[in-house]
């Protein structure tokens, strides 16, 4: 069965460091993933996605995120945090040998704080 | 500019009544998803539909239905209301089933 752990429930950063929000997978086939972030009282916003080739993928507002097969990861970084960043970031998972399914599973989301 | 919303945005209602909760999108995308955010769940998906006159069942279905008469809207209808339904509800569309999806401002309900 698909899935995706997010471990942390929360992470804290200083503002101007880089940050990490770690995220792993399972699924059967190739995993199309995708970020999202969610400001308070708002909807998903969409951060970025891989669904093949690099394994280094870059998406709004600065941040990136790296594919590592071996590992089944696909964790969110940002060279330099704001303030701003503050909010709940879900990673989520499609499985890519599902025909015609564009279902998706989201982990249960993690909060970043970036303190000034 | 294309948007998706959601309507109501907050709504109260007792246990036992009928409740639809409104899904309008506006990028013409066939793909149109409901999921309900609980604390400690994250995002679970409710129904789907890849088309006018398609529906399909989520993880978590039971006690929801919705019907796409067109391609903009999904309405989802609480058949009677439980109080394990007071949740926030996000509706999402998407243009392709490989892609990232749009999510709309959310539903507050709360069953009483």
């Known amino acids: 069965a698909q899935s995706v752990a997010q471990p942390e429930d929360q992470v804290n950063v200083a503002e101007g460091n880089p940050l990490t929000v770690k995220c792993t997978y399972s699924?059967?086939?190739?995993?199309?993933l995708f970020w999202y972030v969610q400001y308070p009282n708002r909807g998903l916003q969409f951060l970025l996605k891989y669904i093949t080739g690099d394994n280094l993928v870059k998406g709004s507002y600065g941040f990136e995120a790296e594919f590592n097969k071996s590992q089944t990861s696909f964790h969110l970084k940002k060279p330099s945090a704001l303030v701003s960043d503050s909010a709940l970031y879900f990673c989520?998972?499609?499985?890519?040998?599902?025909?015609?399914?564009?279902?998706?599973?989201f982990g249960q989301g993690t909060t970043l704080q970036v303190k000034p | 500019d294309a948007e998706i919303t959601q309507s109501p945005r907050h709504k109260i209602t007792e246990t036992g009544r009928q409740v639809t909760l409104a899904c309008h999108q506006t990028?013409?995308?066939?793909?149109m998803f409901w999921y309900r955010q609980d604390l400690g769940h994250g995002l679970r998906l409710i129904h789907y539909s890849y088309g006018v006159q398609d529906t399909n069942k989520g993880e978590v279905s039971d006690g929801y239905s919705v019907s796409r008469s067109n391609t903009e809207d999904l309405p989802l209808t609480l058949e009677s209301a439980a109080s394990s339904q007071t949740s926030v509800y996000f509706c999402?569309?998407?243009?392709?089933?490989?892609?990232?999806?749009?999510f709309g401002p959310g539903t507050r309900l709360t069953v009483t």
């Open positions: 999402a569309s998407s243009e392709s089933r490989e892609g990232e999806q749009y």
């Open positions: 989520a998972v499609r499985d890519g040998s599902a025909s015609n399914t564009g279902k998706l599973i």
């Open positions: 699924v059967s086939g190739n995993p199309y």
């Open positions: 990028w013409n995308h066939n793909n």
